[in-house]
C-alpha cells in the first residue's frame, strides 16, 4: 500500500479502526517510555538509571549498532536482506586500524579507506544479488561468513591497536550539548538515510520494489539496478560503523563488530512494528534500537547476569517477528473485509 492510499484509508476509515491505527503505530514509543519510566522509579535501580553518567553511556553506546541497522533497512525497504552488514562493518573497522597502525596512514586516509571497502563489500553482495540472481539471504549470510573467516586470518585473532593516535580513540568520548558524540553521528545519520528512503524519488521507488517488485518492473523502474545500489549504500553505511567502531575500542579485531549482527536485527524488526507497521522503517528502528538499550541497561542495573543481554535480543527479535506477522495478517482480513462490503455495497 503506498503512501498516499494509507493516507486515504486513514481519512475513510472508521473511528474505532483509526484509534486502533495509531496505537499501532505509537505501541513500540509508548512502551519504551514506560520501560524508562519503571527503571528510573524503582528503587533498585532508579539512582543509577537516573544517573547523567549512565543516560551518556545508553545514548553513546547505541551508535554502532544503530548504524549497522541502519545499513540493514535500505536494502530491506526494497525486499532484500543483507545479514552480511556486521561482517562489512568488521572489514571496515580492521582496514581503518590496519592503515593507521601498521602502515603509518593518516587518520582521514584510514577512514575514507574503510569507507571505500564498505562499499566494495556491498557492491560483491549486488554482484551476486542482483546479477547472478542469488538469494539474498542466503547469498548474504554466505559473505557474512566468508568476511568473517577473512578477518579472522588477517589478524591471527589478535587485535590491532599500536600507533592508533589518543585523540581519535578519544573521540567517542567528547560531547556535545553533555551528550556524546557517537549519538549526534547515529542522529545525523538517521535523518538522512530517512530522507533519501522517505523524501526521494529513488527511495520511492525503493518501497514499491519492496511492496510489488512485478508491478515495479511494469511500471518501468530498473530493479535489478536499484537493488544493487541498495547493498552498496548498505556497504558504505557499513564502512561508517566499522570507522566508529576503530575509535570507541581504539584499534580493530575480528570478532567485535561482528557481535552485533543480533542486536541490529532486533531493533529492525522491531521497528517494523512501529510509526509505519509492516514496513521498515527508520524511526521505528530507532526506537527498537533504545528500546532494548533501555532494557538490557536496566536489567544489567538489576544485577541480572549478563548472558540475560543474549536471550533478550534474541526474544525482541521472536516477538517483534511475530507482531509484524501477526498485524500483516489483521490488516490483508481487514482489507478484504472493506473490499467485500464494497462489492457489496455496489451490487
Same mark, same amino acid.
Given at each position: 500500500?503506498?503512501?498516499?492510499?494509507?493516507?486515504?484509508?486513514?481519512?475513510?476509515?472508521?473511528?474505532?479502526?483509526?484509534?486502533?491505527?495509531?496505537?499501532?503505530?505509537?505501541?513500540?514509543?509508548?512502551?519504551?517510555?514506560?520501560?524508562?519510566?519503571?527503571?528510573?522509579?524503582?528503587?533498585?535501580?532508579?539512582?543509577?538509571?537516573?544517573?547523567?553518567?549512565?543516560?551518556?553511556?545508553?545514548?553513546?553506546?547505541?551508535?554502532?549498532?544503530?548504524?549497522?541497522?541502519?545499513?540493514?533497512?535500505?536494502?530491506?525497504?526494497?525486499?532484500?536482506?543483507?545479514?552480511?552488514?556486521?561482517? &562489512?562493518?568488521?572489514?571496515?573497522?580492521?582496514?581503518?586500524?590496519?592503515?593507521?597502525?601498521?602502515?603509518?596512514?593518516?587518520?582521514?586516509?584510514?577512514?575514507?579507506?574503510?569507507?571505500?571497502?564498505?562499499?566494495?563489500?556491498?557492491?560483491?553482495?549486488?554482484?551476486?544479488?542482483?546479477?547472478?540472481?542469488?538469494?539474498?539471504?542466503?547469498?548474504?549470510?554466505?559473505?557474512?561468513?566468508?568476511?568473517?573467516?577473512?578477518?579472522?586470518?588477517?589478524?591471527?585473532?589478535?587485535?590491532?591497536?599500536?600507533? &592508533?593516535?589518543?585523540?581519535?580513540?578519544?573521540?567517542?568520548?567528547?560531547?556535545?550539548?553533555?551528550?556524546?558524540?557517537?549519538?549526534?553521528?547515529?542522529?545525523?545519520?538517521?535523518?538522512?538515510?530517512?530522507?533519501?528512503?522517505?523524501?526521494?524519488?529513488?527511495?520511492?521507488?525503493?518501497?514499491?520494489?519492496?511492496?510489488?517488485?512485478?508491478?515495479?518492473?511494469?511500471?518501468?523502474?530498473?530493479?535489478?539496478?536499484?537493488?544493487?545500489?541498495?547493498?552498496?549504500?548498505?556497504?558504505?553505511?557499513?564502512?561508517?560503523?566499522?570507522?566508529?567502531?576503530?575509535?570507541?575500542?581504539?584499534?580493530?579485531?575480528?570478532?567485535?563488530?561482528?557481535?552485533?549482527?543480533?542486536?541490529?536485527?532486533?531493533?529492525?524488526?522491531?521497528?517494523?512494528?512501529?510509526?509505519?507497521?509492516?514496513?521498515?522503517?527508520?524511526?521505528?528502528?530507532?526506537?527498537?534500537?533504545?528500546?532494548?538499550?533501555?532494557?538490557?541497561?536496566?536489567?544489567?542495573?538489576?544485577?541480572?547476569?549478563?548472558?540475560?543481554?543474549?536471550?533478550?535480543?534474541?526474544?525482541?527479535? &521472536?516477538?517483534?517477528?511475530?507482531?509484524?506477522?501477526?498485524?500483516?495478517?489483521?490488516?490483508?482480513?481487514?482489507?478484504?473485509?472493506?473490499?467485500?462490503?464494497?462489492?457489496?455495497?455496489?451490487?
Amino acid at each position: 500500500m503506498t503512501d498516499t492510499a494509507e493516507l486515504a484509508h486513514e481519512r475513510t476509515a472508521p473511528p474505532d479502526l483509526n484509534i486502533r491505527g495509531y496505537i499501532e503505530k505509537s505501541g513500540l514509543p509508548i512502551f519504551l517510555v514506560l520501560l524508562i519510566a519503571v527503571f528510573a522509579l524503582m528503587p533498585s535501580t532508579g539512582q543509577q538509571f537516573r544517573s547523567l553518567l549512565n543516560i551518556q553511556n545508553v545514548l553513546g553506546y547505541q551508535s554502532v549498532t544503530g548504524l549497522i541497522a541502519l545499513a540493514m533497512v535500505i536494502p530491506l525497504v526494497a525486499g532484500y536482506f543483507d545479514l552480511s552488514v556486521a561482517a &562489512i562493518a568488521g572489514l571496515a573497522n580492521v582496514t581503518v586500524a590496519s592503515l593507521i597502525s601498521q602502515h603509518g596512514q593518516p587518520v582521514v586516509v584510514a577512514l575514507i579507506a574503510g569507507l571505500l571497502v564498505g562499499a566494495l563489500a556491498g557492491a560483491v553482495n549486488a554482484v551476486l544479488v542482483s546479477g547472478f540472481n542469488l538469494d539474498p539471504f542466503i547469498a548474504t549470510l554466505g559473505t557474512y561468513i566468508f568476511w568473517a573467516g577473512a578477518l579472522a586470518l588477517y589478524t591471527g585473532g589478535q587485535t590491532i591497536s599500536n600507533n &592508533i593516535p589518543l585523540d581519535f580513540s578519544l573521540w567517542t568520548t567528547q560531547r556535545l550539548l553533555l551528550i556524546p558524540l557517537p549519538f549526534w553521528l547515529l542522529v545525523v545519520v538517521a535523518i538522512i538515510v530517512w530522507y533519501f528512503l522517505n523524501q526521494v524519488p529513488f527511495g520511492r521507488k525503493l518501497a514499491a520494489i519492496g511492496s510489488n517488485e512485478p508491478a515495479a518492473k511494469l511500471a518501468g523502474i530498473r530493479t535489478r539496478r536499484s537493488v544493487a545500489l541498495t547493498f552498496v549504500l548498505s556497504g558504505l553505511l557499513a564502512g561508517v560503523a566499522g570507522g566508529l567502531l576503530t575509535s570507541s575500542n581504539g584499534g580493530g579485531d575480528a570478532t567485535s563488530a561482528i557481535s552485533y549482527l543480533f542486536p541490529s536485527l532486533a531493533a529492525v524488526f522491531l521497528g517494523r512494528t512501529a510509526i509505519r507497521p509492516g514496513h521498515y522503517n527508520v524511526w521505528g528502528t530507532m526506537f527498537g534500537l533504545f528500546l532494548v538499550a533501555v532494557a538490557v541497561n536496566g536489567f544489567t542495573l538489576l544485577g541480572v547476569a549478563s548472558s540475560v543481554t543474549q536471550m533478550f535480543n534474541g526474544g525482541a527479535l &521472536i516477538v517483534s517477528v511475530a507482531i509484524a506477522t501477526l498485524s500483516a495478517s489483521a490488516r490483508e482480513r481487514k482489507a478484504r473485509k472493506m473490499q467485500l462490503e464494497k462489492l457489496r455495497a455496489s451490487s
